[in-house]
């Protein structure tokens, strides 16, 4: 296996400060109820809802044999089974019955509502569920930054889900980590310690033996796995600012976090790199109507890691990252995803305690939107 070099440049290289020793300088004692999320997250992973002990699951399909009680005359089919098969949800039987795996005497049945009647046989093939079968090794082309016996760095891609959820229950890295090594299939969530969101690029690291997994996991808790993330903003950012303010679910949108009063602690140090003007190609030659937009380019550093950091603390400050859509960020400057990337990683070996530092080079799309705002820096006008 072959291990890669630790350190490449990063995009642009004028812009981002050069990592000084203090990267990776510990920072002390943390309070254990402010733990990043990551690890709660990691704490919350139950491996054996898979459905089996390797965590892959199960594709045998088990057929159920039912009949239909006196005191179950006239119930709904769906509403019936679910009361009949607890384990499985009432929307899976549903799905089922739908999708003509319920057989009612010697008709299929593919309505939910259909009444049962005493005495009458049903059967049901319980096809595996969207959940179960979601770790499961997929082999796929994984962009490997540096790997040994004991972690890998992932310069993850804009786009790519870390690890399945409703929606997204194959073709995640996590699936893409059990097909890599065989390990994976004996740690909690193949290894993953921490994550990116699925429209977020740049550097993971990964722990490939429980050894590491935990090691790791600590060091994030104890805030000694330093990061750092090149944005795109909207508005002109203060040269250098720190957000502490404490995040949460938000109360009116679920999908989204907020700033809350009660929310988990978090900080972000943001550093401005840029500031320029740009604006968008002309629907027409006629048009002259055209936005302008003020856009900084910044540099931001994690001390905690809650989910969706650093997008709700500079919406918060009214600088939502360019094509954020969830936190009010326009598109701009071709960026059709949140303009955010994991550029500069940096932690102590989990098992030699060596000082490891990446840096990964900004993707093409946000390279070429970072480009453009230093041409509108100096001037002239940027962006399509």
């Known amino acids: 296996m072959s291990r890669r070099s630790p350190r490449s440049s990063v995009a642009p290289s004028s812009t981002l400060p050069v990592a000084s020793p203090s990267l990776l300088d510990p920072v002390g004692p943390v309070d254990p109820e402010s733990a990043p999320d990551e690890l709660e997250d990691l704490d919350d992973m139950a491996q054996d809802n898979a459905g089996g002990e390797d965590g892959t699951g199960s594709r045998d399909v088990e057929r159920c044999h039912l009949v239909v009680e006196p005191a179950a005359h006239g119930q709904r089919l769906d509403a019936w089974l679910s ?5 499985h949800s009432r929307s899976h039987l549903k799905a089922l019955i739908e999708a003509g795996h319920v057989r009612v005497g010697d008709l299929v049945i593919t309505t939910p509502s259909r009444k049962v009647a005493q005495g009458q046989g049903v059967v049901v093939s319980l096809q595996p ?5 979601a770790f499961v090794a997929e082999p796929m082309d994984l962009p490997i930054v540096f790997e040994d016996a004991h972690l890998m760095v992932i310069n993850k891609p804009a786009g790519l889900v870390v690890h ?3 929606g997204n229950w194959q073709g995640t890295l996590m699936n893409g980590l059990l097909a890599h090594h065989a390990g994976a299939v004996n740690l909690p969530r193949a290894g993953i310690v921490h994550r990116l969101d699925k429209d977020t690029s740049g550097l993971m690291v990964v722990g490939k033996t429980q050894e590491a997994v935990t090691a790791l996991s600590r060091a994030i808790a104890a805030r000694e796995v330093k990061r750092q993330y090149l944005a795109l903003a909207h508005g002109e950012v203060p040269e250098s600012m720190s957000v502490a303010s404490s995040i949460g679910r938000d109360p009116v949108t679920r999908v989204r976090m907020a700033v809350v009063p009660g929310g988990k602690p978090a900080r972000t140090d943001v550093q401005r790199l840029l500031c320029g003007v740009w604006q968008s190609e002309p629907v027409n030659r006629h048009d002259d109507l055209r936005p302008t937009r003020v856009i900084s380019g910044v540099l931001c550093t994690l001390h905690t890691g809650r989910t969706h950091q650093i997008r709700v603390h500079l919406s ?10 969830l936190y009010g960020g326009a598109p701009a400057l071709g960026m059709n995803r949140q303009a955010l990337h994991a ?16 840096e990964a080079p900004l993707p093409p799309d946000m390279a070429q939107a970072w480009a453009w705002l230093e041409d509108g820096a100096t001037g002239s006008q940027t962006g399509v």
Not at 316 to 325: C, G
Not at 343 to 358: K, S
């Open 316 to 325: 918060s400050r009214r600088h939502p990252l360019v094509a954020d859509v």
């Open 343 to 358: 550029a500069r990683l940096g932690f102590a070996h989990p098992i030699t305690a060596e000082p490891m530092l990446f």
């Open 129 to 133: 569920t969207a959940q179960s079968q």
């Open 164 to 166: 399945p959820a409703a």
């Open 83 to 87: 009361a009949q098969i607890p384990a």
